[in-house]
């Protein structure tokens, strides 16, 4: 039955933590941060693993705060509406992070920085996801998010190359 799965637990389950489930929830959003930006470092970004680390962390931090109070537990609208806030909040704020990495190169019709942009707001969702203790969401939300840095970056190039050789024919 689907509400055996612990990601179907009941508020109480999720949200009244004790110190370990803390510190273990906000671990987890480090490292998911430290594995994504070591990527980012490696690809020479200007945000590596210390920077996306502290995204997640600090998403993970919000999160945690946000629903660690008994009173919420108790009352399913207001945690409703906190968690509700808490995803758009965090979520809008690091959107301007990751703005700020963009670059617009007017002359040469290019931008660049935009999956630097978007590392950064998965980095913060999955810190999110973590301090939520929504662990199939990170696992899996996490490979595929390595599986698009890592695998898609030669094969978007492989087709890039494809498809303009073919462009080029035809011309």
Known sequence: MLTDLPYFATAEKYFDIGV?????????ATVIGMIIGLNR???GKPTGMRTLALVS????????????FQDLIDHPDALSRVVQGLLQGVLTGIGFIGAGVIMRQPKSMTVSGLTTAATVW?????????????WHIVIIAT?????VLIVLKPVERMLVRLISDKDAARD
């Not at 370990?20 to 987890?28: G, P, T």
């Not at 490979?143 to 599986?147: D, E, I, Q, Y």
Request: one cysteine or more; aromatic letters at 2%.
């Open 143 to 147: 490979v595929l998010a390595l599986f």
């Open 41 to 43: 470092d490696v690809n």
């Open 122 to 134: 998965i980095t913060a969702a999955l810190g999110i996801a973590c301090a939520l203790a929504a």
């Open 20 to 28: 370990i489930d803390m510190v273990l929830r906000l671990c987890a």
């Open 57 to 68: 962390l600090g998403a993970a931090v919000v999160s945690v705060v946000a629903v660690h």
